[in-house]
């Protein structure tokens, strides 16, 4: 199975002060550590971003069609741009994703619309694999300016997988830097 990367780095990061992608963490900035971390097992990387700046390398730079709108606008765009059906989306502030445990997500794809992991109850939808097939509605959450992830997933085929054991293993899985603070921990 081919895989697209897609890597969320839009947010106006103003709980941060900062640009978030661009911060330095343990060495690279948030997001290289997420370039190499697709690069390691997806045949192509697309990085969802308005700003120049967030150019890397020769991964393509994808502007969002439709402004202001979230996640799901940058998941939309990077989508139709994406040469392969199955696409991992991961947001830039989330920095301690594991490769086995994104092996784990891609373990669940098949016959699937998404593939979104769960813990406690709470969904993941920015650490999540996305079918090219999803592409309809997300377009009609977006015309109905329903941007919200969680109502997107409801409407698709979507396989949410009990990542409750990962975070035995990886306490910091879904840890996302928002705050300065964040990065002292």
């Known amino acids: 199975m081919n895989i697209t990367g897609i890597i969320l780095t839009g947010g106006k990061s103003?709980?941060?002060?900062?640009?978030?992608a661009l911060l330095e963490f343990e060495g690279k900035t948030l997001l290289k550590r997420a370039v190499d971390l697709c690069s390691s097992f997806c045949e192509e990387v697309l990085i969802s971003s308005n700003?120049?700046?967030?150019?890397?390398?020769?991964?393509?730079r994808i502007d969002d069609e439709d402004a202001d709108c979230g996640p799901i606008g940058g998941i939309y765009s990077c989508l139709k741009q994406s040469s392969h059906d199955w696409n991992l989306v991961l947001s830039v502030d989330a920095p301690f994703v594991q490769q086995d445990f994104i092996r784990f997500l891609k373990d669940g794809t098949p016959n699937f619309e998404a593939v979104v992991?769960?813990?406690?109850?709470?969904?993941e939808p920015l650490i999540a694999f996305y079918h090219k097939k999803a592409l309809p509605q997300?377009?009609?959450?977006?015309?109905?300016?329903?941007y919200k992830l969680h109502f997107l997933?409801?409407?698709?085929?979507?396989?949410?997988?009990?990542?409750?054991?990962?975070?035995?293993?990886?306490?910091?899985l879904f840890r996302n830097l928002n705050n300065p603070e964040d990065l002292f921990f």
């Open 117 to 123: 992991p769960i813990h406690a109850g709470k969904k």
């Open 51 to 60: 700003y120049p700046e967030h150019q890397v390398e020769d991964f393509r």
């Open 138 to 146: 997300i377009e009609a959450r977006i015309k109905a300016e329903n």
């Open 14 to 20: 103003s709980r941060m002060g900062s640009d978030k």
């Open 153 to 172: 997933l409801e409407k698709l085929n979507t396989n949410f997988m009990d990542a409750g054991e990962w975070l035995k293993k990886y306490p910091d």
